[in-house]
């Protein structure tokens, strides 16, 4: 399998946009604890690929479906997830039960790293396309997504009040189960509608 190293100059346009982003969402956040622990998980994943790029270098796709779900992070963490303007303005015009930007967020949360998974999966294992490689990524994205829910209850056990918004159940008592589900539907439709275009990014036959 050939190389498909990102153009030094789209990675960077890529990390400049998210810097940018990063620096508005610190600036007179809701609150800086809850931005605190929204945005950690986007700077470490950044990190990482960045530690990682000269040995193992992804493709653009990646990069792109990454640098999209850091900045649903970035700006969660400025607003909290409960209270993006945008999704208020839609929960009131469409008289909706609560800001559905939370789970935007966990839809992503399986979305995203399904690409980041399947790609990991095929360059170190390595897996060809097919159904252990669907199998093991919709089991690693489920996976993290359990992980992050018990980190919010530690977190929540932790602070107490300090993480209502950092929960952002807004009053739903399956929220947990709601997040994991739609993790795991994010996942499942990222592995169906971009597994080609995947392929063909890595230079691999087949749709999965």
Same mark, same amino acid.
């Given at each position: 399998?050939?190389? +498909?190293?990102?153009?030094?100059? +789209?990675?960077?346009?890529?990390?400049?946009?998210?810097?940018?982003?990063?620096?508005? +969402?610190?600036?007179?956040?809701?609150? #800086?604890?809850?931005?605190?622990?929204?945005?950690?998980?986007?700077?470490?994943?950044?990190?990482?690929?960045?530690?990682? #790029?000269?040995?193992?270098?992804?493709?653009?796709?990646?990069?792109?479906?990454?640098?999209?779900?850091?900045?649903?992070?970035?700006?969660?963490?400025?607003?909290?997830?409960?209270?993006?303007?945008?999704?208020?303005?839609?929960?009131?015009?469409?008289?909706?039960?609560?800001?559905?930007?939370?789970?935007?967020?966990?839809?992503?949360?399986?979305?995203?790293?399904?690409?980041?998974?399947?790609?990991?999966?095929?360059?170190?294992?390595?897996?060809?396309?097919?159904?252990?490689?669907?199998?093991?990524?919709?089991?690693?994205?489920?996976?993290?997504?359990?992980?992050?829910?018990?980190?919010?209850?530690?977190?929540?056990?932790?602070?107490?009040? *300090?993480?209502?918004?950092?929960?952002?159940?807004?009053?739903?008592?399956?929220?947990?189960?709601?997040?994991?589900?739609?993790?795991?539907?994010?996942? *499942?439709? +990222?592995?169906?509608?971009?597994?080609?275009?995947?392929?063909?990014?890595?230079?691999?036959?087949?749709?999965?």
């Amino acid at each position: 399998m050939k190389s +498909s190293r990102v153009p030094v100059r +789209s990675y960077y346009a890529l990390l400049g946009s998210l810097a940018a982003v990063f620096i508005w +969402s610190g600036i007179r956040p809701h609150d #800086y604890f809850t931005w605190l622990l929204e945005v950690t998980p986007g700077l470490i994943l950044i990190a990482v690929l960045i530690g990682i #790029y000269r040995r193992t270098p992804l493709t653009l796709l990646t990069y792109t479906l990454v640098w999209a779900h850091v900045i649903l992070l970035f700006v969660g963490g400025h607003y909290t997830y409960a209270e993006v303007p945008l999704f208020n303005w839609l929960r009131d015009t469409f008289d909706l039960e609560r800001n559905y930007y939370d789970r935007l967020g966990h839809f992503m949360q399986g979305f995203v790293p399904a690409i980041l998974t399947r790609e990991i999966l095929i360059r170190k294992i390595p897996l060809q396309p097919g159904g252990w490689l669907v199998f093991l990524t919709l089991s690693v994205c489920l996976g993290f997504s359990a992980f992050y829910e018990l980190l919010e209850f530690t977190v929540a056990k932790l602070t107490g009040t *300090a993480a209502e918004s950092f929960l952002g159940t807004q009053g739903d008592v399956w929220d947990t189960q709601w997040d994991m589900m739609c993790a795991l539907i994010g996942a *499942a439709l +990222s592995l169906l509608l971009l597994g080609k275009s995947h392929n063909r990014a890595m230079r691999l036959p087949g749709s999965f």
